[in-house]
C-alpha cells in the first residue's frame, strides 16, 4: 500500500510540473498545446548537460530550454498573435522531432549519477504550493487572473497584458522543462527518442480536471501516478493484452475530458489580445 | 510604438511577410542540420531530390494521394470550425475496416467497394465520437482526436500481434497477404495506386462544389464564420459539426483502405502504415485556407516534403522524425506570417 502511494507519486510528478506550467499560461490566457514537444526537447537538454557538467547543470538547462520554448511560443501567441492553438501543435510536433533529430547521438547512453526522484517531486509539491499562493495572493496573481479574464479591463487599468503572458509563458516553460528533466534525470535517467510517451497531453487534460486550480492539480496528477502504477502492476498477472494498458492513459483523457468538458475556463482563453478592438 | 490591425494589407506586404517567415524556418531548419552533423545544403538538396526524377516523382504521388483525401475533409472540417486532429487514427481506422474485409470476407468483385465502404465508415465513426463529445459534453475536439490517434495506434499494433497475426508469417508483426481482389491496380511499376488517386480528387471537387454551391455549405460557412450569427439564424450548430466531421473521417478512413489495398497488401505495424499523413494533412488543409479545391495543389507539396524526409533518411541515416521539424516549422512559419501581413507598426501609442 504505502509502495502504491509512493510510486504512484513518483508517476505523477512529471504529470504535476507540466500541468502546473500550462496552467499558469492558461490562467493568462494562453493556451499552450505544446507541452509534449516542450518537455521532450528539455528532457534532451537536460540530459545532454547532465552529461557534460553534472545534474545540477542538467536541471537548470532543462529549466532554461523550456523557458526559451515558453517565449518562443509567446512571440507567436502574444507577439503577432497567431492562431494559439495551431501555434502550440506546430510546437509539439518542432520539438517532438527535433529532439529525435538531435537526441540520436545519446540513445542508449546512460546516465552516471541520475537525481533522487523524492527531492523533485517535493520540489513539486512545493511549485504547486507556491503556485496557488502566487495566484491567489499576490499582485502578479492578480494581474494574471484579468489577463486572463478580461484583458481590456486590464490594459485599461495599466496593467500590460503582454508583458504578464510573457512573464506566464516563461515561468510555465520552465516548470515544463522542469518535467522533462524530471523525466530524463530522475525518473528514467536516460534519453530515449519518444520518451514523454503522451505525459504533456495527459498533463493538458489534467489543467482542464483540476478547473484551472494548482493545488485539485496535485490530486489528479497524483491519481494519474496511481493508475499508470496499477497498470504497471496488473500487467501480466491478468489476461488483458498488454496493448489495452498501454492505452489507458489516453481512453482516461477523453473521459476526463468528457466528464469536465464544460469546466469554466479562463474567459479570454485562447483569445489574442488586441488593444484596437 | 504599437501593433495595429491592417485590414486591407497590400499584396507586397503579404509576399514580404511571407518570405521572411520562410527564410527564417530555413534557417533554423539549417541550424538543426548543422547541429545534426550534416551540411544544411547537402541536406536541402536531397530534400528536394525526388523532383529529380521520374521514380522520385513517383513516391511523392504516392504520398500525396492520402494527403489530397484527408486534406480535402480537413480542410472542410477547418472551415466548420471541428479541429479535427486524429486523421492520423482515422485513417488507421480505415485500414482496419479495409483489412477485415480483405481478410475474413469471401473475395469476389465486391471486395475493393466494399473495403472502402467499411474504412470509410469506420474512420467516420470515429471522428463521429470525438464530433459527439464536443457537442454532447463540451470536450475539445483537439485533445480527444488526439488522444484517440493513440488508441487506434495500440488496437492495430495489438491486431497485428495477436489475433490477425498472419499464419504464413513468423517473426514479423503483420497479417496475412491480402488476396489479388483486394489489391488496388497501380501505374507501371509505381506505387501509385490511381483508383485513390481518382477519389482523392473527386473529393476536392465534391467539398469544393458542396461548400460553395449548395444551401449545406452555405450554412456550414455561416457556422464557422460566425457560431453566434448562424445562432441567431437558428441553424443547428451541433448537427452541421457532426456532419463536417463524419465526412473528414469518412475521407481519412478511405486513405488509410488505399494505404494498405494499394501499397502494403497488408496491415501492418501503425507506423509503418502512416507516414504522419495525419499531421501533415493539417498543413495541407491550413495551406488551402478553408477551400476543398486548393488542396489539389497543396497535397502535392507536402507530398514532396515527405518523400524529400524518406529520402533524407535513406541517404544519411537520418530519424524520419525530421519530416515533424519541417512541417512544425512551415506550420509557424505559416500562421506567423499570416499574423504579421495582417498587421502594421504604428509609431505613436
Same mark, same amino acid.
Given at each position: 500500500?504505502?509502495e502504491a502511494? @509512493? !510510486?504512484?507519486v513518483? $508517476?505523477?510528478?512529471?504529470?504535476? #510540473? =507540466?500541468? +502546473? /506550467?500550462?496552467l499558469? %499560461?492558461e490562467?493568462? &490566457?494562453v493556451v499552450?498545446?505544446?507541452?509534449?514537444?516542450?518537455?521532450?526537447?528539455?528532457?534532451l537538454a537536460?540530459?545532454?548537460?547532465?552529461l557534460?557538467?553534472?545534474?545540477?547543470?542538467g536541471?537548470?538547462?532543462?529549466?532554461g530550454?523550456?523557458s526559451?520554448?515558453?517565449?518562443?511560443?509567446?512571440v507567436?501567441?502574444?507577439? @503577432? !498573435?497567431a492562431?494559439? $492553438?495551431?501555434?502550440?501543435?506546430? #510546437? =509539439?510536433? +518542432? /520539438?517532438l522531432?527535433? %529532439?529525435?533529430?538531435? &537526441?540520436?547521438?545519446?540513445?542508449?547512453?546512460?546516465?552516471p549519477?541520475?537525481?533522487?526522484?523524492?527531492?523533485?517531486?517535493?520540489?513539486?509539491l512545493?511549485?504547486?504550493?507556491?503556485?496557488?499562493l502566487?495566484l491567489?495572493?499576490t499582485?502578479?496573481?492578480?494581474y494574471?487572473r484579468?489577463?486572463?479574464?478580461n484583458?481590456?479591463?486590464?490594459?485599461?487599468?495599466?496593467?500590460?497584458v503582454?508583458?504578464?503572458?510573457?512573464?506566464?509563458?516563461?515561468?510555465?516553460g520552465?516548470?515544463? &522543462?522542469?518535467?522533462?528533466a524530471?523525466?530524463?534525470?530522475?525518473?528514467?535517467?536516460?534519453?530515449?527518442?519518444?520518451?514523454?510517451?503522451?505525459?504533456?497531453w495527459v498533463?493538458?487534460?489534467l489543467?482542464?480536471?483540476?478547473?484551472?486550480?494548482?493545488l485539485r492539480a496535485?490530486?489528479?496528477?497524483y491519481?494519474?501516478g496511481?493508475?499508470?502504477?496499477?497498470?504497471?502492476?496488473?500487467?501480466?498477472?491478468?489476461?488483458?493484452?498488454?496493448?489495452?494498458?498501454?492505452?489507458?492513459?489516453?481512453?482516461?483523457v477523453?473521459?476526463?475530458?468528457?466528464?469536465?468538458?464544460r469546466?469554466?475556463?479562463?474567459?479570454?482563453l485562447?483569445?489574442?489580445?488586441?488593444?484596437?478592438? | 510604438?504599437?501593433?495595429e490591425?491592417?485590414?486591407?494589407p497590400?499584396?507586397?506586404k503579404v509576399?514580404?511577410?511571407?518570405?521572411?517567415?520562410?527564410?527564417?524556418?530555413?534557417l533554423l531548419l539549417?541550424?538543426?542540420?548543422?547541429?545534426y552533423g550534416v551540411?544544411?545544403?547537402?541536406?536541402?538538396?536531397l530534400?528536394?531530390s525526388?523532383l529529380?526524377d521520374s521514380?522520385?516523382?513517383?513516391?511523392?504521388?504516392?504520398?500525396?494521394?492520402?494527403?489530397?483525401?484527408?486534406?480535402?475533409?480537413?480542410?472542410?472540417a477547418f472551415?466548420?470550425?471541428?479541429?479535427?486532429?486524429?486523421?492520423e487514427?482515422?485513417?488507421?481506422?480505415?485500414a482496419?475496416g479495409g483489412?477485415?474485409?480483405?481478410?475474413f470476407?469471401?473475395?469476389?468483385?465486391?471486395?475493393?467497394?466494399?473495403?472502402?465502404?467499411?474504412?470509410?465508415?469506420?474512420?467516420a465513426?470515429?471522428?463521429?465520437?470525438?464530433?459527439?463529445?464536443?457537442?454532447?459534453?463540451?470536450?475539445n475536439?483537439?485533445?480527444?482526436?488526439?488522444?484517440q490517434?493513440?488508441?487506434?495506434y495500440y488496437?492495430?499494433?495489438?491486431?497485428?500481434?495477436?489475433p490477425?497475426k498472419?499464419?504464413?508469417?513468423?517473426?514479423?508483426?503483420y497479417?496475412?497477404?491480402?488476396?489479388?481482389?483486394?489489391q488496388?491496380?497501380r501505374?507501371?511499376?509505381?506505387?501509385?495506386?490511381?483508383?485513390?488517386?481518382?477519389l482523392g480528387?473527386?473529393?476536392?471537387?465534391?467539398?469544393q462544389?458542396?461548400?460553395f454551391r449548395?444551401?449545406?455549405?452555405f450554412?456550414?460557412?455561416?457556422?464557422?464564420e460566425n457560431p453566434?450569427?448562424?445562432?441567431?439564424l437558428?441553424l443547428?450548430?451541433g448537427?452541421?459539426?457532426?456532419l463536417a466531421?463524419l465526412?473528414s473521417?469518412?475521407?481519412a478512413?478511405?486513405?488509410?483502405?488505399?494505404?494498405?489495398?494499394?501499397?502494403?497488401?497488408?496491415?501492418l505495424?501503425?507506423?509503418q502504415?502512416?507516414l504522419?499523413?495525419?499531421?501533415?494533412?493539417?498543413?495541407?488543409a491550413?495551406?488551402?485556407?478553408?477551400?476543398?479545391?486548393?488542396?489539389l495543389?497543396?497535397?502535392?507539396l507536402?507530398?514532396?516534403?515527405?518523400?524529400?524526409?524518406?529520402?533524407?533518411?535513406?541517404?544519411?541515416?537520418?530519424?524520419?522524425?525530421?519530416?515533424?521539424?519541417v512541417?512544425?516549422?512551415?506550420?509557424?512559419?505559416?500562421?506567423?506570417?499570416e499574423?504579421?501581413?495582417?498587421?502594421?507598426?504604428?509609431?505613436?501609442?
Open positions: 500500500m504505502e502511494l @509512493l !510510486r504512484a513518483l $508517476f505523477g510528478t512529471p504529470i504535476l #510540473l =507540466a500541468s +502546473l /506550467g500550462a499558469l %499560461s490562467r493568462g &490566457g499552450n498545446l505544446g507541452v509534449e514537444g516542450m518537455m521532450a526537447l528539455s528532457a537536460a540530459f545532454a548537460a547532465a557534460e557538467a553534472g545534474p545540477v547543470w536541471v537548470l538547462c532543462g529549466v530550454v523550456g526559451l520554448l515558453g517565449l518562443f511560443l509567446g507567436f501567441a502574444v507577439f @503577432l !498573435r492562431n494559439q $492553438f495551431v501555434a502550440g501543435l506546430a #510546437l =509539439a510536433a +518542432l /520539438g522531432g527535433a %529532439s529525435g533529430l538531435l &537526441g540520436k547521438r545519446y540513445e542508449g547512453t546512460p546516465l549519477d541520475p537525481l533522487p526522484e523524492g527531492v523533485l517531486a517535493g520540489l513539486a512545493i511549485l504547486a504550493l507556491g503556485l496557488h502566487l491567489s495572493r499582485r502578479y496573481g492578480l494574471l484579468s489577463v486572463g479574464e484583458p481590456k479591463a486590464a490594459d485599461l487599468f495599466g496593467v500590460s503582454d508583458g504578464v503572458r510573457y512573464l506566464a509563458l516563461a515561468l510555465g520552465g516548470m515544463i &522543462g522542469l518535467a522533462g524530471y523525466l530524463s534525470l530522475a525518473y528514467r535517467p536516460s534519453w530515449t527518442d519518444g520518451m514523454t510517451s503522451g505525459l504533456g498533463a493538458i487534460a489543467v482542464i480536471l483540476a478547473g484551472w486550480q494548482p496535485v490530486l489528479g496528477a491519481f494519474f496511481l493508475l499508470f502504477f496499477l497498470q504497471f502492476r496488473l500487467q501480466g498477472s491478468v489476461p488483458i493484452p498488454s496493448e489495452a494498458f498501454a492505452a489507458m492513459p489516453y481512453l482516461l477523453i473521459l476526463v475530458l468528457a466528464l469536465s468538458g469546466a469554466r475556463a479562463p474567459r479570454a485562447g483569445q489574442p489580445f488586441d488593444r484596437g478592438r | 510604438m504599437r501593433w490591425l491592417d485590414p486591407s497590400s499584396l507586397w509576399f514580404l511577410a511571407y518570405s521572411l517567415f520562410v527564410a527564417l524556418a530555413l539549417g541550424l538543426l542540420f548543422l547541429l551540411s544544411p545544403l547537402k541536406a536541402y538538396g530534400l528536394l525526388p529529380g521514380l522520385g516523382l513517383a513516391e511523392v504521388g504516392r504520398r500525396t494521394i492520402p494527403l489530397l483525401l484527408i486534406g480535402a475533409g480537413l480542410a472542410l472551415r466548420v470550425g471541428f479541429f479535427n486532429i486524429g486523421a487514427g482515422q485513417l488507421l481506422m480505415g482496419v483489412a477485415y474485409v480483405a481478410l470476407l469471401p473475395p469476389g468483385p465486391w471486395t475493393l467497394p466494399l473495403m472502402f465502404l467499411l474504412g470509410g465508415g469506420l474512420g465513426v470515429w471522428s463521429g465520437l470525438a464530433a459527439w463529445l464536443r457537442v454532447r459534453f463540451g470536450a475536439e483537439i485533445l480527444t482526436t488526439l488522444m490517434n493513440y488508441l487506434v488496437l492495430v499494433v495489438y491486431l497485428v500481434a495477436g490477425w498472419g499464419q504464413m508469417v513468423f517473426g514479423f508483426l497479417t496475412d497477404r491480402f488476396p489479388p481482389e483486394a488496388l491496380p501505374l507501371g511499376d509505381t506505387l501509385v495506386h490511381w483508383p485513390t488517386l481518382l480528387i473527386a473529393a476536392a471537387l465534391g467539398l462544389l458542396l461548400l449548395t444551401p449545406l455549405g450554412e456550414w460557412r455561416i457556422l464557422g453566434q450569427a448562424a445562432r441567431y437558428g443547428k450548430g448537427r452541421l459539426i457532426l466531421a465526412l473521417g469518412f475521407l478512413g478511405l486513405a488509410g483502405v488505399g494505404e494498405v489495398a494499394g501499397i502494403h497488401l497488408r496491415l505495424e501503425p507506423a502504415i502512416s504522419g499523413y495525419g499531421f501533415t494533412a493539417i498543413l495541407v491550413w495551406l488551402a485556407r478553408g477551400r476543398p479545391l486548393w488542396v495543389f497543396t497535397a502535392p507536402l507530398g514532396l516534403i515527405l518523400a524529400g524526409g524518406d529520402a533524407l533518411k535513406l541517404a544519411l541515416s537520418m530519424p524520419f522524425r525530421v519530416v515533424d521539424v512541417a512544425g516549422l512551415l506550420l509557424l512559419s505559416l500562421i506567423g506570417a499574423a504579421l501581413s495582417q498587421r502594421r507598426l504604428i509609431w505613436r501609442r
